[in-house]
């Protein structure tokens, strides 16, 4: 309700202003989200294609198809938990569209996103996000934010029961990698319960330093 009350124009008061201004702002968000949600699919299903992930067709079992929906990535992936797999997880969902796209376009999916969905809609921000400190995020950059956590979970959810297996930024406190050692962009961290303690996990690294020349090799 402060939200609303805030972006009510000069002139514009009381109760009824500030429930259609809240409505207005729900409705905007729900917008932003979608498509971020949106842009965010159209980023993972090009990156499956270039590092070539695929599923068993249950139809034809032994027919591997290529990934077209964020099911399919969803299938492959409980299909198939392997250190290859893995790689292309993190390749996917954290690198292709930071490191990747920052090397290209000298800006992230996210930044790229943010600008495109800004002027889709008009909208202006009163302070861009390059000028924000301590690297805050404008209203566009924390949709796709949630957007992306929420179907990134919601696609690898059914595998991961499956398995227990997850791919990770964060060493986890189960690594045995020292705190003060600083992540390289191209490692991640694979999560898997340990089947003599299964209140333990064995934490292993993944390189996605090979996709990452694989890339070079697709786009040439």
């Not at 950059?141 to 956590?149: C, D, G, I, R």
């Amino acid at each position: 309700m402060h939200t609303a009350a805030r972006s009510l124009p000069p002139g514009r008061d009381g109760i009824g202003a500030k429930l259609q201004m809240l409505s207005e702002i729900n409705a905007d968000r729900q917008c932003v989200n979608k498509l971020c949600g949106m842009a965010c699919v159209k980023l993972w299903l090009e990156a499956a294609t270039i590092c070539n992930l695929t599923y068993v067709c249950k139809y034809t079992p032994g027919r591997h198809q290529s990934c077209t929906s964020t099911g399919d990535i969803g299938n492959a992936w409980k299909q198939d938990s392997g250190a290859t797999n893995c790689k292309r997880m993190a390749f996917i969902f954290d690198y292709y569209g930071t490191e990747v796209y920052k090397r290209a376009l000298n800006a992230t999916h996210q930044d790229v996103t943010a600008k495109n969905i800004l002027a889709q809609l008009g909208i202006q921000i009163d302070e861009p996000s390059a000028e924000m400190r301590g690297g805050q995020k404008n209203c566009v950059q924390q949709q796709y934010s949630a957007a992306s956590k929420t179907k990134k979970n919601n696609i690898l959810r059914v595998g991961t029961k499956t398995h227990r297996v997850r791919v990770n930024r964060e060493q986890g406190k189960h690594s045995s990698t020292k705190p003060n050692w600083k992540r390289p962009k191209e490692v991640f961290f694979n999560s898997t319960n340990d089947p003599r303690t299964p209140s333990h996990k064995i934490v292993t690294k993944v390189s996605v330093h090979w996709w990452w020349m694989s890339l070079h090799v697709y786009l040439c």
